[in-house]
């Protein structure tokens, strides 16, 4: 059995809010893992630029993470030059926790574009693979992605435990109706965001008049 099981969950944190550390938190418990690493992406190639800096985006995470020790922020992708590729931060962390079960955790919206992927086929030989399945997201029935889930799919999460990679567990998780581009578009106006991240983000976005 590898020695843990490390979770990884990569966002653009912007800004990181209270239905990420709590998706983290379930994830974590739920499924038995170390712990999670939060990747704040660099430049990723399928989505906009952050409307902060990678300096302002990461302090809210360390903020938003210094007392929760299962949950450690990794700031690779923001010290890496290029686009951010996710085959590539997969490839960091094998080299560092080579005997580790990694578990890349994805959004059921993002698992069914993974063949657009940048090396996508390498994916599984790096880590495993946890789907979040929200309510009202289907996945694919038939295609790339329905093949790699008949011939990959557990049920059971023991058996991220027992290899280091390879396998892809789907796993129901709860709607939490917060957003980022909510928390930016009522900052913008100037409406109270309380309750939608943690104190220590709050503290940070108000001082730095984020998202005006």
């Known amino acids: 059995m590898p020695p843990e099981s490390i979770g990884i969950l990569g966002g653009t ?9 709590r998706f983290a938190l379930e994830i974590r418990d739920k499924l038995s893992l170390s712990n999670i690493r939060l990747i704040p992406l660099g430049r990723p190639p399928h989505r906009t630029p952050p409307q902060t800096t990678d300096r302002i985006r990461l302090r809210m995470l360390e903020a ?16 890496r030059d290029g686009l951010s590729y996710t085959v590539d931060t ?51 029935k038939a295609g790339e992605i329905a ?10 999460p023991i058996y991220l435990h027992e290899e280091p990679a390879g396998r892809i567990l789907v796993h129901p998780v709860p709607l939490l109706d917060i957003s980022a581009t909510r928390i930016r578009a009522l900052a913008a106006r100037g409406a109270s965001i309380r309750y939608l991240v943690p104190d220590a983000v709050l503290e940070i976005i108000t001082h730095e008049r984020l998202y005006k």
């Open 13 to 21: 944190f912007d800004p990181v809010h209270n239905g990420h550390m």
């Open 64 to 79: 938003a993470t210094r007392n929760e020790p299962g949950l450690v922020v990794d700031d690779q992708e923001l010290r």
């Open 90 to 140: 997969l490839d960091a962390l094998r080299q560092r926790f080579s005997h580790c079960a990694l578990c890349l955790i994805l959004g059921a919206d993002a698992f069914c574009q993974l063949n657009t992927w940048n090396q996508w086929h390498r994916i599984l030989a790096l880590a495993h693979i946890i789907v979040a399945q929200r309510p009202g997201i289907l996945l694919p």
């Open 147 to 156: 093949h790699l889930l008949s011939n990959r799919q557990i049920h059971d």
